[in-house]
């Protein structure tokens, strides 16, 4: 469904990717997994439209989005800090997006109200300042306002990082259930290894932009209910 060919990214001189060959699966929860710095956060910029590949080319569903404007793609991007808008209510942070593609008022509510209630914000929630959210409710007003848009593909760059160890775990059952709900597909990036092992169907280790590694996890990648676990048979790599 999506595939990484032969991928360049430079920023001036320094060449952060040198080569990526990556293929991801329709329905598929992918995860990049590796150290600060080795290139996860460019390899989804790229992918999102943010951050034009020197060289090479994505495909999504066989088709070259390489030189698609970000928001032709039908992609939404979690960023590793949210990137929410602190002036903005909880509500306006969701309905953003929205707004911008001009979606008519009552059309707007009902998207808005809809995904709150499947990512679990109150509606109490819902008019509150973003400074009155915690850590882990920030984060899922982030994952909200990326699904508003219906995307195909998600992208969720190291999205638990900044919660304390009890939340993050916590979280990652939540997260892998909304992503089997929802059944997209879906890049997540993460330098914990246990995160990775729990969530993902397939996990590429990436080191200095290249992958060293692409290890399943489990053969299917049939959605499971939210309760089942990751950790079924199969072969984790390392
Ligand atoms: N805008 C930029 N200009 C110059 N160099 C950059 C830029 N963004 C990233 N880099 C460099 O590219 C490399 C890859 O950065 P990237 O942010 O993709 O890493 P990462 O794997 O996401 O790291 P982290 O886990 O710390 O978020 C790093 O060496 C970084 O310093
Ligand atoms: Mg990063």
Redesign the pocket.
């Known amino acids: 469904m999506i595939r990484y060919e032969d991928i360049e990214v430079t920023?001036?001189d320094?060449v952060?990717i040198p080569q990526l060959n990556l293929q991801i699966e329709e329905g598929e929860f992918f995860t990049l997994l590796?150290?600060?710095?080795?290139?996860?956060?460019?390899?989804l910029r790229t992918l999102a439209g943010f951050v034009e590949p020197s060289a090479g080319d994505i495909y999504v569903d066989g088709k070259a989005v390489t030189r698609l404007p970000s928001d032709k793609r039908r992609v939404g991007m979690v960023f590793?800090n949210y990137a929410l808008f602190p002036s903005m209510d909880v509500w306006e942070n969701i309905a953003f997006g929205l707004k911008v593609r001009k979606v008519g008022k009552s059309e707007r509510e009902r998207l808005v109200r809809d995904v709150a209630h499947r990512v679990d914000l109150s509606e109490t929630q819902l008019e509150k300042n973003l400074a009155e959210l915690s850590g882990g409710q920030q984060q899922r007003v982030a994952i909200a306002r990326a699904l508003v848009l219906q995307p195909k593909i998600l992208l969720l760059?190291?999205p638990l990082s900044n919660l304390d160890a009890k939340l993050r775990h916590q979280l990652r059952g939540q997260l892998k259930g909304l992503q089997a709900e929802f059944g997209i597909t879906t890049v997540y990036?993460t330098?914990d290894q246990d995160e990775a092992l729990t969530m993902s169907d397939r996990i590429a280790v990436?080191n200095t932009?290249r992958v060293e590694q692409v290890g399943t996890l489990r053969r299917s990648t049939t959605p499971r209910p939210p309760s089942s676990s990751a950790r079924s048979s199969g072969t984790a790599p390392g």
């Open positions: 920023y001036g320094f952060a590796g150290p600060s710095g080795c290139g996860k956060t460019t390899a590793q760059d190291e990036v330098h990436f932009g």
